[in-house]
């Protein structure tokens, strides 16, 4: 049943008036049960579906304000807004609807509680400094003991990285950091596979992050992802759900193999129906509590968030395992709309048990095209991604309906070097521009300082991200607040002279016992205390005590002039200096890769990324974005002026670049909910999709959630030597599957 206008080239894929409900889709949609779950493949119309039965409950009465819909990105959070829009043709409707990420939902509802906001941590590299300092503490509290106990604790990255992971896992699982009454670090420690230390270390991080009792003032001083779902889970349990939630009377889940047992408790308050008669409303009291109506919809083989805690076991055991049976329906959706007959031929072989059992059936007569394309070295791949993106475009394909999708950031340098070569406007989401990572930003600092040209750096931002990246790579100690605030202002009225003085000044000059003393202050707080020794010493001197007031102003000398320098600082300050001085020093048409390669060995980059960043994965991933921002100076064969000249046009082109005629180059997390008219996958090789050391299972699901975007046209870009190419896309079977769905004369490989 699919007599459905489809328009091909376009986002808008059906005519609102004309849309046609599939019988399953019909089925969810009236089904009467309070609980519907709707497990099925990508691409079957899963959010389509949770859209309809949004509208049904708008069309039955209820309140638009009084529906929530819950995803796992944000990205897909405006998908099903969209959705609902178009279904509807009301765009008022989709806005008055909530759709939100879950872990947005619960910062909103904590931040809702008049506590100051937390502070919100972005990466694993913020959350290091926290787990340094709790492992700190407990140090010097078993120092003070008669009898310290035995506590392995963290100190490099890769043992801080692997605890913030594990701290995750038991947040996600609703872990409290505190034991239970007459359990023990060794009964945890066996109970979860995981040394005692770990146990000690969860407990202080979490102390001194202050998740807070909700019966304490102390709000939680930082939240990194998903900490906003296992602190309001806490709450409501310690509370039994006697805090202020805001009520809904339907609540869908899309995503909903993302749910972990933290999201699971807010849900299971959001569905509780006697919350009402607790906030007290009458009408609730004299007609009992209203039920709450749920759909979740989802999809196993995307389970990419393993370290969030999303696991099959836990979906399918526990998850409404109280729901009374009579009220639960679980329902299927086995056509996708997405895609045709290939790909979903290529999906059932990909995600199959080798058997010949179609994991999905294409409810589409519409073809999918399938290309396979050789690439001899990656910046051969990087170019024939834009002549596939040029033919797409001839043929009257919508580049903003295209997506680029990416293993790993670092693959972007090539790819967004090519775009801009091209004339072609990206957009990113889910990862930055290579132009803006902060080892690409450190050597741009470091070129435009030296060759003494600050406009090669466009953007009112340019001070505050250089300063940042130079101040992390040069493991120099700052506070946050220096780099907040009016410094910063001030700095950016003129930032050619303040960059020169900050480079200068701060970064390539000794540093005495002032600077590091004032490095821990704000800037205001310097000047205030500067202000106050003046104004002591010229008392002093007022009320004759001059003896007093030289001794003050000796003191005060001597800290600004003796150097007090670790070992480290020294060497990188001369490391610094000297990449400045190889630039200065080259004639002035050396090459710009000559010159970068031996700056990235003179500040020994790749080697301090291993200390720097936290994540071993990440600290690979920054040597292969160093190698990859090198060749492409190398591809353009210019001088170092002519390099940084040409990196400020492609920063340009993409701060001008609109949605219009822009195409999307992404991560797969970014890409999960979403769909495009043409997908391109490159750099499909083994050790790069999958990558090294990551968990096969969820590769392959990540390889999954990414071939499964397109609805048109596919282009897989694989290495002309067999033996490298990924194993996923030998697995796909693209020639097999395109003979069988007789469309033999269409496969441009032989890839069996
Ligand atoms: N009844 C239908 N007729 C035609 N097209 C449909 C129908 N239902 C859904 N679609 C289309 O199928 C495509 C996939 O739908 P949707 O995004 O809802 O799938 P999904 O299961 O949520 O996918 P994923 O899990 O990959 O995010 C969309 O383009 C949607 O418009």
């Known amino acids: 049943m699919l007599p459905i206008n489809y328009r091909g080239a376009s986002s808008v894929r059906f005519v609102p008036g004309d849309f046609q409900p599939t019988a399953e889709q019909l089925a969810i949609q009236r089904c009467q049960n309070r609980y519907v779950i709707a497990m099925s493949a990508a691409g079957s119309g899963k959010s389509t579906t949770i859209a309809l039965k949004v509208m049904e409950n708008v069309r039955y009465g209820k309140d638009p304000r009084k529906i929530l819909v819950l995803t796992f990105s944000r990205e897909a959070a405006q998908v099903i807004r969209r959705m609902i829009a178009k279904l509807s043709n009301d765009a008022q409707l989709a806005n008055a609807i909530r759709c939100v990420a879950f872990d947005d939902f619960c910062v909103e509802v904590l931040n809702g509680f008049g506590y100051e906001r937390a502070d919100q941590l972005s990466s694993m590299d913020e959350v290091c400094a926290y787990v340094r300092k709790a492992a700190a503490n407990i140090k010097k509290r ?36 505190d034991l239970d009454e007459d359990e023990t670090y060794e009964d945890r420690a066996i109970r979860y596979g995981l040394p005692e230390s770990f146990f000690y270390i969860y407990r202080e991080v979490e102390r001194v992050r202050g998740t807070g009792s909700y019966y304490d003032d102390r709000p939680a001083a930082w939240r990194s992802e998903f900490d906003a779902t296992f602190d309001l889970a806490r709450m409501l349990i310690e509370t039994q759900g006697r805090i202020r939630m805001p009520t809904y009377e339907f609540v869908a889940v899309d995503e909903l193999q993302d749910m972990n047992p933290a999201s699971y408790e807010v849900l299971k308050w959001l569905l509780d129906p ?56 679980r329902l299927t959706l086995s056509s996708t709309y997405r895609h045709g007959p290939i790909m979903a031929k290529m999906v059932s072989a990909l995600m199959g048990d080798g058997s010949d059992n179609e994991r999905v059936r294409s409810g589409r007569s519409h073809k999918t095209e399938v290309r396979v394309e050789r690439y001899a070295d990656h910046g051969a791949a990087a170019g024939k991604l834009v002549t596939a993106l040029v033919d797409f475009r001839k043929r009257g394909g919508r580049l903003d309906d295209t997506a680029i999708i990416l293993r790993s950031p670092y693959q972007s340098i090539l790819v967004e070097n090519a775009l801009f070569e091209a004339g072609l406007n990206w957009r990113i989401e889910g990862m930055e521009s290579y132009l803006m990572r902060p080892e690409v930003l450190a050597l741009r600092g470091i070129m435009a300082f030296a060759l003494d040209d600050l406009t090669t750096i466009p953007g009112d931002d340019k001070f505050s991200r250089v300063i940042s990246s130079l101040l992390l790579w040069q493991q120099f100690e700052w506070a946050p607040e220096r780099l907040q605030g009016k410094y910063l202002k001030d700095a950016a009225k003129d930032p050619g002279l303040n960059f020169q003085h900050f480079l200068q000044g701060v970064l390539l000059r000794p540093r005495t016992i002032y600077d590091r003393r004032v490095a821990r202050l704000s800037w ?33 000398d001597y800290e600004s002039s003796t150097v007090e320098e670790t070992s480290e600082e020294r060497r990188n300050r001369l490391r610094l200096d000297a990449s400045v001085a190889l630039i200065r020093g080259a004639a002035p048409d ?14 020994d980059m790749k080697n301090k990324a291993r200390l720097l960043f ?76 999958p990558a090294r050391d990551a968990d096969p299972h969820e590769e392959r699901n990540r390889f999954y959630v990414a071939v499964t975007r397109v609805c048109d046209e596919l282009t897989l870009l694989v290495p002309e030597d067999e033996q490298r190419v990924s194993p996923y896309v030998k697995s796909l079977k693209v020639a097999r599957s395109l003979r069988e769905g007789g469309f033999l004369d269409r496969c441009s490989d032989d890839n069996r």
């Open 590 to 603: 050396a090459p710009a890769h000559v010159l970068l390669e031996q700056v990235v060995a003179t500040l």
């Open 274 to 329: 006697s919350r009402e008669s607790v906030e007290g409303s009458i009408a609730a009291e004299i007609l009992g509590p209203k039920p709450v109506y749920f759909i979740g919809a989802g999809d196993f083989d995307q389970i990419i968030h393993g370290w969030a805690g999303s696991n099959i076991r836990f979906m399918k055991e526990c998850f409404g395992a109280e729901w009374p049976s009579s009220s639960v329906v």
């Open 524 to 556: 205001e707080r310097q000047s205030m205390e500067e202000t106050a020794l003046l104004e002591r010493i010229q008392a002093l001197n007022r009320s004759g005590q001059t003896a007093k007031a030289e001794e003050l102003r000796r003191r005060s």
């Open 142 to 177: 078993e120092d003070d003991r008669v009898r310290p106990l035995e506590i392995a604790l963290p100190e490099h990255n890769e043992q801080i990285a692997e605890f913030v992971r594990n701290a995750r896992l038991m947040k996600a699982n609703l872990l409290s950091p």
């Open 614 to 689: 936290v994540d071993p994965a990440m600290a690979r991933m920054v040597s292969q974005s160093l190698d990859g921002f090198v060749q492409s100076a190398k591809r353009r064969n210019c001088s170092l002026r002519e390099f940084a000249n040409w990196l400020k046009d492609v920063d340009i082109a993409l701060r001008k670049a609109r949605p219009m005629n822009t195409l999307l180059v992404c991560s797969v997390e970014a890409a999960k909910g979403q769909e495009f008219e043409a997908v391109l996958l490159p750099f499909l090789e083994a050790g790069v999709f």
